[in-house]
């Protein structure tokens, strides 16, 4: 057990650039959530994953954001035509279905947009 | 919609002594409930959870918290800080799947 990986740790990119982030869930993991936490707040849920299904989007998900999970495993989150409101804190996190759900989080991207 | 209330937005306390981080939530069902840990530049690590059953429940780190279902709080406590402590705290409710959390607690270890 490896734990969630997350790529890559910091991203600074110039406003109106396209952003791509990684996350890599724990191996028998199969829901994958993002979550996003600006400075001094805590993580706002973006959406989640059951396997390669996207089954829930938060407001908060404008259609800027996408998110995918080919195949189930692994997710990316793509930011198009960033805004300095986008800089955070960007979380990964993964649980076994069955489990409690309980989420075990990775050690984030954070991106700054100039 | 459940909500998650940490009055506390930072606790100093002395090395060796006490702590107590309080967490109120709000939700018209049965929840899960979660203390998360956080340290600098660091991703969210779980300190503990309560599911059902006993209502104290014990985490890593020798840190515990009890669930009370009559004032819908779900403190997190310490006999004896140390420096290694020093981070934020964060409560969460879980109603499905989604976690929603509070805004925080910044616990400082004063040697």
């Known amino acids: 057990d490896t734990g969630v990986s997350q790529d890559p740790r910091h991203k600074i990119t110039k406003r109106g650039q396209n952003v791509t982030f990684r996350c890599d869930p724990i191996?028998?993991?199969?829901?994958l959530y993002w979550y996003r936490q600006t400075l001094g707040q805590g993580p706002e849920f973006l959406t989640y994953f059951q396997n390669e299904a996207q089954l829930e989007k938060s407001r908060l998900l404008s259609d800027r954001f996408s998110a995918e999970r080919p195949k189930g495993s692994f997710s990316t989150l793509e930011i198009q035509r960033t805004e300095q409101g986008d800089s955070a804190m960007y979380l990964c996190?993964?649980?076994?279905?069955?489990?409690?759900?309980?989420?075990?989080f990775g050690p984030g991207t954070r991106l700054t947009v100039l | 919609a459940q909500s998650v209330t940490q009055l506390d937005s930072q606790v100093p306390v002395f090395e060796e002594a006490p702590v107590e981080l309080r967490c109120n939530y709000s939700s018209s069902v049965s929840v899960y409930l979660f203390w998360y840990v956080q340290y600098p530049n660091q991703g969210l690590q779980l300190l503990l959870k309560?599911?059902?059953?006993?209502?104290l429940v014990k985490g890593i780190n020798g840190f515990e918290a009890e669930f009370n279902k009559s004032q819908t709080s779900f403190h997190l406590r310490k006999p004896s800080v140390h420096i290694s402590d020093t981070a934020e705290y964060f409560c969460a409710v879980s109603e499905g799947l989604e976690l929603t959390f509070g805004t925080g607690t910044r616990l400082t270890i004063i040697p």
């Open positions: 191996s028998e993991h199969n829901r």
């Open positions: 309560y599911l059902s059953g006993s209502t």
């Open positions: 996190a993964s649980s076994l279905r069955g489990q409690t759900d309980t989420q075990y």
